[in-house]
Nanobody, 124 residues
Framework: QVQLVESGGGLVQAGGSLRLSCAAS????????MGWFRQAPGKEREFVAG????????YYAESAKGRFTISRDNAKNTVFLQMNSLKPEDTAVYYC?????????????????WGQGTQVTVSS
């Protein structure tokens, strides 16, 4: 198993940037693909970005393409989400998650471990 803790959320104006971090512990971090999800009030949790165990493959939700970048540092057991050109629609609680599914998992049920989330609020 793996434990995940997110950080880096906060309040930012539209057009600004934030960098989220997710620190992992408990098992070999590089064995897991990692993903970022978000959940806005009254809505289901949705996929934002994913990265393979090696970091060589990344993939994104359409809403994140061109603005967000996912990366990982296996030596530091950490995954990041760099968010640029933020919009009010990006306001949500952001969660990191770990998966052992082969391919490009995008569904919540494909991720076995979850962090507690970090709030991102984008003002207009």
């Amino acid at each position: 198993q793996v434990q995940l803790v997110e950080s880096g959320g906060g309040l930012v104006q539209a057009g600004g940037s934030l960098r989220l971090s997710c620190a992992a512990s408990g098992r070999t971090f590089s064995d897991y693909a990692m993903g970022w999800f978000r959940q806005a009030p009254g809505k289901e949790r949705e996929f934002v970005a994913g990265i393979s165990w090696s970091g060589r493959r990344t993939y994104y939700a359409e809403s994140a393409k061109g603005r967000f970048t996912i990366s990982r540092d296996n030596a530091k057991n950490t995954v990041f989400l760099q968010m640029n050109s933020l919009k009010p629609e990006d306001t949500a609680v952001y969660y990191c998650a770990a998966s052992t599914v082969t391919g490009t998992p995008k569904s919540t049920d494909q991720y076995a471990y979850w962090g507690q989330g970090t709030q991102v609020t984008v003002s207009s």
